[in-house]
């Protein structure tokens, strides 16, 4: 009995220690746990503090203090947006906050159209106001191969992608002749020309000038019975001099062209050649940048039409200080289609 006894004590005393050792533990584990949630709650306080008090109620309201580290400017934006949505908080994290207008209105819509923030970030980088702007009218484009190449247009996506499989060429020769409309049937499609005075101009197959334009300012060029704009000529009469200086005799022989001019030009060449062989070497009137008076054709003194390699070489070298371009150089005929 008395054995029996003694181990009923043994028992109950282990019981009671482990029971004590128990109590003991919760306890720090109470008072531990309690301090670590009270330094992290003061924690997020400190960082809820530098949001605007507008921020701060968003925040709260969706009962986002835990889950936002630190301070950021496109969180803040979006918080105090009626547009704010919890779901693209993550994202909204790791979107580089711009100083433009609309940008939470616009970021709204990528995001809704399924962008990520890398993604958003790329297009706020390389992109014009533009070309956000039409993203902003489409359904998601990928958009992966096309952020850094110029003078991008995101309708044009397909057709790029298209013309560089067909052509076999770099996605950024297939940017560049699909602006230009090389995808494309000449002579279809023609733009009338806006503003026609504009210094900087584009007439070609696809852009037509007015067949009633003439130029305001046409003025002689040097001592020659040539016209060109006040500014072109200016400009030409100052390359050609410059040549001289480097004993390079360079002959200016056809500036200015009008309408009719062009006109009965053209329609001279047909009773000569087809169609499809006159569009190589002569503008139908109205696509002759001739009609602008900014450009020339120039040669050298020993020949009647061209220039030798040695003057073309220097052209290639010297026009564009004087605001020229060599507007059909050798080797570019896939592209000028002249």
């Known amino acids: 009995m008395k054995i029996k ?20 533990g919760s306890s720090c584990y109470y ?16 960082i809820l503090e530098n949001y605007s008090n507008e921020a701060q109620q968003t925040i709260k309201e969706n009962h ?4 936002i580290e630190n301070y950021n400017k496109t969180i803040e934006a ?13 994202e909204y994290a790791k979107i580089t906050f711009r100083e433009t207008a609309n940008f939470v209105e616009d970021t709204t819509k990528l995001l809704e159209k399924n962008y990520n923030a890398d993604e958003i970030n790329q ?21 992966k191969d096309f952020y850094k190449i110029a003078n991008l ?10 013309y560089q499989k067909a052509k076999n060429i770099s996605l950024e020769d297939a940017v560049t002749q699909v602006n230009l409309h090389l995808n494309e049937e000449f002579y279809q499609n023609v733009v009338t020309v806006a503003n026609p005075d504009d ?10 000038l007015p067949a009633d334009y003439v130029p305001k300012d046409l003025v002689n060029v040097g001592n020659y019975s040539l016209q060109m704009r006040q500014e072109a000529s200016q400009n030409l009469e100052k390359l050609i001099a410059a040549a001289l200086t480097e004993n390079i005799v360079l002959i200016p022989y056809s500036t200015y062209r009008s309408y009719d001019y062009q006109k009965k030009l053209y329609e001279s060449y047909l009773k000569v050649d087809p169609v499809s062989v006159v569009d190589t070497y002569s503008a139908r009137p109205g696509h002759s940048e001739h009609q602008t008076g900014l450009a020339c054709d120039i040669r050298s003194q020993s020949l009647n039409d061209r220039l030798t390699d040695n003057d073309y070489e220097w052209m290639l070298n010297n026009s564009y200080k004087y ?16």
């Open 5 to 24: 006894k003694k181990k009923k004590i043994r028992k109950n005393i282990l019981i009671i220690f482990i029971l004590a050792i128990a109590i003991i």
């Open 31 to 46: 008072i531990f746990f309690r301090k670590e949630k009270i330094n992290i709650k003061q924690e997020e306080n400190k």
């Open 64 to 67: 986002l203090d835990d889950k």
């Open 78 to 90: 979006f918080a105090k947006s009626s547009l704010f949505n919890e779901k693209y908080l993550e």
């Open 123 to 143: 297009i706020y980088e390389y992109l014009s106001t533009t070309n956000i702007q039409k993203l902003l009218q489409k359904d998601y484009t990928d958009l």
């Open 153 to 162: 247009d995101v309708n044009q996506i397909a057709n790029y992608k298209n």
């Open 199 to 208: 210094i900087t101009v584009l007439v070609n197959k696809f852009h037509a």
């Open 323 to 338: 605001g020229f371009i060599i507007r059909y150089p050798k080797g570019k005929q896939h592209i000028t289609q002249y």
